[in-house]
Structure formats: C-alpha cells, structure tokens
C-alpha cells in the first residue's frame, strides 16, 4: 500500500483574468492528507470535465480508485487525463441516451456511481418553457435513472455498492429566486435518492445526495458573467453571488469532492438515504 501523499488544494489561483471567488475564500487553500481510502474501488463519475465533477474525479483517483471520467466534452476530458498523468480512464459519455449508458456502464463495472451531470435554468414559473422544464427533467433527473438503473444489477451481484447523486441546496432544502426549474428536479433528485436507498438497504446498495450552496466553477462563472453584463459590473454580479452565502465566499470544487471521497468510502458504511448539505450555512438562517 502506498503511504500518505501531502496534497496543496487551492493554493494556486492565477490565470483568472477578472476578481477570482478566491479572493472571498478567507482561510482557504490547505494541505490535506491523501492515502488509499478508495483502493480496489472502480468508480463512474458522469460530467467528469469540470467542476465538481472533475475535482471529485481526481480526489478518488488520488485515493486509489480506478476512475472511469465521462463527459459529452472530449477535449476537457482530455485535459484531465494528462493532469492525473493518465491515472483516470476518459471516455465520452452522453447520459440523456440509453445505449451509451448501458455500454459505458458495462465497461466499468463500477462500485461507485456518481451521477454528477445537471444544468441551472434561471427564471421563475412564468419565465419557464415546457422545452426548459423538459430538457431540465430529462438531464438534471432522468439521467440518473439510466445511470442508476444500468449500474445496479452488477452492483448487486457483486454484494454492494455506493451511489451519490448531485442535488443542491436548492430545492427541497430551500427555495432561491429564478430557480423555478432547477429547483424542482434538484427536490426530485432527494426523492429519487431516498427511495433507491430503502429498496436496496438491505443488499448492500447504499444511496446518498449532496447538496451543495453556490460552488465555483466555469458554469458559475458564466451565470456570474452573464449577471454582470445586466448590471454593467462583473465585481458587482460576484458580490451578489457571494453576499448570499453566510461565510461570505462559495465553495470551492475541492471542498465537494471530499465529501464525494467519504461517501464513496468503507467510512460511510452506515449513510445511506441522506441529504448530505454542504452549503456554507446558507440553509441555517
């Protein structure tokens, strides 16, 4: 067995052009501790390229786990190969369609699901189209039925298995203003989680969802950029972002995928059917 390996998160926040989320992470950017915690574990993650999903990625990967990374985006996939120096296993996966997740999952037999994958709508009811709220159903939930389905046979063949499902904070947590869409299939996706959990708690399958608060990221920093365009100020739509978080900064990526790292993990072996909310206190006002 390999020993610890000390590991320096978020201690590099160069190359960003305009006012980092960093700049509000106050104490943020420790050294962490890293062994096997995830060895002889084979693990799925879905929207692999970025974000959470890719931080979650190589925190398993650096925790021994055989990691299969799968992305509609290729060329990012690409990236994170050579940042884990081919340690992770990439591979294109579209999860709004049946067959590419059957063979994906067939290929990686994984003991661990991490259904990752989801879009933010912005807009109320009224602002909502019957095509948003669709593709948002499709994407946000109904992927995680496929991915879900197609994995679960195996792991109950093989005695057991760890599924975590990304919801958010907001939804069945609480309530954000134009998140009408996002909100509702992120509520869903607890629904979808709490009800895999008791069918299968007597077999070993365990079923858990996290539920983060704003989260930095390139999809974050769109929406951020795109709030700035209508106030004419990108420092003014980050504070806005920011403001509503209590700690007064988002999460980092990194700060997730170590909560991905214990739940894929023997150290969650008595979790299962959570909401697992890690948002920076924003649901304890």
């Known amino acids: 067995m390999k020993g610890p390996v000390w590991l320096c998160v978020g201690c590099d926040f160069s190359g960003y052009g305009q006012t980092h989320p960093a700049a509000f992470l106050s104490g943020w950017g420790k050294i962490y501790v890293t062994g096997q915690r995830l060895a002889d574990k084979r693990v799925l993650v879905t929207a ?3 974000g959470i999903g890719r931080a979650s990625a190589l925190a398993m990967a650096r925790e021994g786990a055989t990691v299969f990374a799968t992305d509609v985006n290729t060329d990012l996939l690409e990236t994170l190969k050579n940042e884990s120096d081919g340690a992770i296993e990439i591979a294109k996966l579209d999860v709004r369609d049946d067959a590419s997740v059957k063979s994906h999952v067939e290929r990686a037999r994984p003991d661990v699901l991490f259904n990752c994958a989801g879009f933010v709508h912005h807009g109320t009811i009224l602002d909502a189209t019957d095509d948003e709220i669709d593709f948002a159903m499709d994407l946000n939930l109904r992927s995680m ?6 994995a679960l046979p195996g792991m109950l063949v093989r005695g057991g298995g760890s599924i975590i ?11 954000a203003p134009n998140r009408f869409v996002y909100g509702t299939t992120k509520a869903a996706v607890v629904g979808l989680t709490k009800s895999v959990a008791v069918d299968y708690v007597t077999q070993g399958i365990r079923c858990n969802c996290i539920c ?23 420092d003014e739509a980050l504070q806005q972002f920011v403001s509503r978080q209590p700690m007064g900064r988002v999460a980092a990526p990194e700060e997730i995928a170590a909560l991905v790292v214990y739940l894929a993990s023997d150290e969650s072996a008595f979790t299962t059917g959570h909401t697992h909310i890690i948002d920076g206190g924003w649901s304890g006002q």
């Open 145 to 150: 039925v496929r991915t879900i389905r197609a």
């Open 48 to 50: 692999a390229a970025q």
């Open 165 to 175: 499902n990304m919801s958010s904070a907001v939804g069945s947590v609480i309530g």
């Open 212 to 234: 983060p608060g704003t989260v930095e990221s390139p999809s974050w920093h769109d929406r951020v950029k795109a709030l700035g365009e209508k106030l004419g100020s990108y």
